[in-house]
């Protein structure tokens, strides 16, 4: 027998769980998804090397139809929790260069919206509603469908309590619930992000150019291309130039508390030259945690050397110096890169 709970006990449990807005859409198929992604790889707007367009083209068949995910799907529960935070993001000094991380990359907010994600996905359960194991959906098509906010012209959802400044979650169920309308909203004449973005990669309003977004850049492995490489500035993971300079971002007052800090020694804002050169107990003791700062990874390294460069603080020069003897050609080619940067820092 199907249990009988209704929408606002739903969003009640949704709110307990730390999820600021609940809303519902329908389970019917996402029918421009599959267009949408063809178009744009056909466009060259995918990096190859991220996965293979046939392996993106057997996810998207599948994300298209939640009922591949629940066969007797009923509903979809959307939830949005809001992660801004007000650290500084950015601690670099004379003398002291600092990363810049994405504030959704300051804090556990992925973790976060997983572990919250799953205790109401069990709670449902035990009051007898079948939840999916794996909500395989397109999250954002998901969120507009259910009224959560609209597509801003950077591609990301624009709420209006929030910004976007949002962790995106669902839930499809066996339930039937009242669904939300999609909110009669966008970004009018605004151009903000598309002029903040220091690649240029928002190339149309909703459409993004991955190869050349600083958010796939900083996680990609191998080169960086040259005429990128100053526009990273000192991001080490991923980018918040569309998110400052959107007006609904500048208005969210809103510090979240509970998210927990990855922040023993100032992670939000990592000082550079020690992660040039860690020693295996200390990535123990800070870092062992954290996937998305490892150290040890040929690509984070890569970036605190763009980064150094971009800084130009002389500091680095001598472990600048010491990278261009790695025994890993990535790192010294974009030291030799970072040395000529801030030489040419120092005579002009
Ligand atoms: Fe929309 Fe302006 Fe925000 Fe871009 S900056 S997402 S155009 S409101």
Same mark, same amino acid.
């Given at each position: 027998?199907?249990?009988?709970?209704?929408?606002?006990?739903?969003?009640?449990? #949704?709110?307990?769980?730390?999820?600021?807005?609940? &809303?519902?859409?329908?389970?019917?198929q996402? %029918?421009?998804?599959?267009? $949408?992604?063809? +178009?744009?790889?056909?466009?060259?707007?995918?990096?190859?090397? @991220? =996965?293979?367009y046939?392996?993106?083209?057997?996810?998207? +068949?599948?994300?298209?139809?939640?009922?591949?995910?629940?066969?007797?799907?009923?509903?979809? =529960?959307?939830? *949005?929790?809001?992660?801004?935070?007000?650290?500084?993001?950015?601690? %670099?000094?004379?003398g +002291?260069?600092? #990363?810049?991380?994405?504030?959704?990359?300051?804090?556990?907010?992925? #973790?976060?919206?997983h572990?919250?994600?799953?205790?109401? *996905?069990?709670? @449902?359960?035990?009051?007898? $509603?079948?939840?999916?194991?794996?909500?395989?959906?397109?999250?954002?098509?998901? *969120?507009?469908?259910?009224?959560?906010?609209?597509?801003?012209?950077?591609?990301?959802? =624009?709420t209006?309590e929030?910004?976007?400044?949002?962790?995106?979650?669902?839930?499809?169920?066996?339930?039937?619930?009242?669904?939300?309308?999609?909110?009669?909203?966008?970004?009018?004449?605004?151009?903000s992000?598309?002029?903040?973005?220091?690649?240029?990669?928002?190339?149309?309003?909703?459409? $993004?150019?991955?190869?050349?977004?600083?958010?796939y850049?900083?996680?990609?492995t191998?080169? $960086?291309?040259?005429? @990128?490489?100053?526009?990273?500035?000192?991001?080490?993971?991923?980018?918040?130039?569309?998110? +400052? *300079?959107?007006?609904?971002?500048?208005?969210?007052?809103?510090?979240?508390?509970?998210?927990?800090?990855?922040?023993?020694?100032?992670?939000?804002s990592?000082?550079?030259?020690? @992660?040039?050169?860690?020693?295996?107990?200390d990535?123990?003791?800070?870092?062992?945690?954290?996937?998305?700062?490892?150290?040890?990874?040929?690509?984070?390294?890569?970036?605190?050397?763009?980064?150094?460069g971009?800084?130009?603080?002389?500091?680095?020069?001598?472990?600048?110096?010491?990278?261009?003897?790695?025994?890993?050609?990535?790192?010294?080619?974009?030291?030799?890169?970072?040395?000529?940067?801030?030489?040419?820092? &120092?005579?002009?």
């Amino acid at each position: 027998m199907t249990p009988i709970i209704n929408k606002e006990e739903i969003i009640k449990i #949704g709110n307990r769980f730390g999820f600021e807005i609940v &809303k519902i859409c329908s389970p019917k198929q996402f %029918t421009d998804y599959e267009k $949408i992604v063809k +178009e744009r790889i056909r466009a060259g707007l995918y990096p190859e090397e @991220l =996965i293979s367009y046939e392996e993106i083209l057997k996810d998207v +068949e599948t994300y298209a139809n939640p009922y591949n995910s629940l066969p007797d799907a009923k509903s979809i =529960i959307c939830m *949005a929790f809001c992660y801004y935070t007000m650290e500084q993001t950015d601690l %670099t000094k004379p003398g +002291e260069p600092h #990363g810049v991380l994405a504030r959704a990359y300051q804090r556990d907010v992925y #973790g976060e919206k997983h572990r919250r994600e799953k205790q109401y *996905a069990e709670l @449902l359960h035990k009051k007898g $509603i079948k939840v999916a194991k794996r909500n395989l959906i397109p999250r954002k098509m998901a *969120a507009i469908r259910a009224g959560i906010g609209w597509q801003g012209k950077n591609s990301l959802i =624009i709420t209006e309590e929030f910004g976007s400044w949002i962790a995106l979650s669902n839930l499809i169920v066996n339930i039937e619930l009242e669904p939300d309308n999609p909110l009669s909203k966008d970004c009018g004449s605004c151009q903000s992000c598309i002029r903040a973005c220091p690649t240029s990669a928002i190339q149309a309003p909703g459409v $993004i150019n991955v190869n050349k977004c600083i958010d796939y850049l900083t996680c990609k492995t191998g080169v $960086i291309p040259q005429k @990128l490489r100053d526009k990273m500035g000192n991001r080490l993971v991923s980018c918040d130039c569309c998110q +400052e *300079a959107c007006p609904y971002n500048k208005a969210v007052k809103f510090i979240k508390k509970d998210i927990p800090s990855i922040d023993p020694v100032y992670r939000h804002s990592p000082a550079l030259l020690p @992660l040039l050169s860690i020693t295996e107990d200390d990535f123990r003791k800070y870092y062992l945690d954290c996937e998305f700062l490892d150290p040890r990874s040929e690509s984070l390294q890569r970036n605190v050397i763009i980064a150094l460069g971009n800084i130009g603080d002389p500091i680095a020069i001598p472990i600048l110096q010491k990278c261009l003897k790695s025994t890993k050609s990535i790192l010294r080619e974009h030291a030799k890169w970072a040395l000529e940067y801030i030489f040419n820092f &120092k005579t002009n």
